[in-house]
């Protein structure tokens, strides 16, 4: 039960909280669930239910994303990314003095506590700035266009079988995509996602033609035709081209 400011728990006084939004009033509560960080934060997670059928609008803009280590993505209209930081690169030096200094307390004391409690306030503060640029950019996505077209990639695989190690895992793709398509479906619009299989680094997106192979070092797109194009931008209009067609 919520009551101005404050959460009544089972078993549980009511206790006071910073509410992150308003529940709409036809909304019914059906269970709130309490955790607990790392660093000692608690929160409360509400489920609710309520009756929602969004008018599903008509596919008119329409864009390509092809995932990139550099921006995040770079889209099929004007070969741009989101220039994405990169948090976690960002903070390896802060992070791994934190972690020298946590490996020289002995373990179990009160300093070691402490210690292990600024290493995992720096991890919180980390995740927490990927998620509020991945809702943002999720959100800007998913206002201006119908339909939003992506590669049905395997995130870990391509981790494991590319060496990309956690360079993949900050980018937090997944996490991307799922905040994209809950977005876009709460207005009726789509997220369609091709076979990853699909050859859109290959294929020329001005003449059709498709490279025997292309190495990851190469960043530029040249093809017999004469075309030459951003390699990711290339593979973005490509992806974009093969949504359309499974739409169509």
């Given at each position: 039960m919520l009551l101005d400011g404050y959460v009544k728990l089972p078993k549980l006084k009511l206790v006071k909280m910073k509410q992150h939004r308003?529940?709409?009033?036809?909304?019914?509560?059906?269970?709130?669930?309490?955790?607990r960080t790392k660093t000692g934060k608690y929160y409360v997670s509400i489920l609710t239910e309520?009756?929602?059928?969004?008018?599903q609008k008509e596919v008119q803009a329409v864009v390509g994303l092809d995932f990139s280590m550099?921006?995040?993505?770079?889209?099929?209209?004007?070969g741009k990314t989101a220039n994405?930081?990169?948090?976690?690169?960002?903070?390896?030096?802060?992070?791994?003095?934190?972690?020298r200094?946590?490996?020289?307390?002995?373990?179990?004391?009160?300093?070691?506590?402490?210690?292990?409690?600024?290493?995992?306030?720096?991890?919180?503060?980390?995740?927490?700035?990927?998620?509020?640029?991945?809702?943002?950019?999720s959100h800007k996505l998913?206002?201006?266009?119908?339909?939003?077209?992506?590669?049905?990639?395997?995130?870990?695989?391509?981790?494991q079988a590319l060496n990309f190690g956690k360079g993949v895992a900050d980018h937090a793709w997944g996490m991307f995509t799922t905040f994209l398509q809950y977005k876009l479906e709460e207005q009726g619009k789509k997220l369609i996602k091709i076979n990853k299989w699909f050859p859109s680094s290959?294929?020329?997106?001005?003449?059709g033609r498709k490279k025997e192979s292309l190495s990851l070092s190469e960043r530029t797109f040249r093809c017999e035709?004469?075309?030459?194009?951003?390699?990711?931008?290339?593979?973005?209009?490509?992806?974009?081209?093969?949504?359309?067609?499974?739409?169509?």
């Open positions: 308003e529940i709409p009033s036809h909304h019914i509560i059906k269970s709130c669930t309490v955790s309520y009756e929602h059928q969004p008018i550099n921006g995040l993505f770079v889209d099929s209209e004007e994405y930081p990169r948090f976690y690169r960002q903070a390896l030096e802060k992070l791994a003095k934190k972690q200094i946590l490996s020289r307390r002995k373990k179990g004391s009160n300093r070691w506590h402490k210690q292990r409690l600024e290493v995992a306030k720096l991890h919180e503060r980390i995740a927490n700035q990927r998620k509020d640029f991945l809702h943002k950019e998913a206002k201006r266009y119908d339909g939003v077209i992506i590669e049905d990639l395997n995130m870990k695989g391509m981790s290959k294929t020329c997106s001005c003449c035709c004469g075309f030459v194009v951003n390699r990711d931008w290339n593979a973005a209009v490509n992806i974009k081209r093969e949504g359309l067609r499974l739409l169509a």
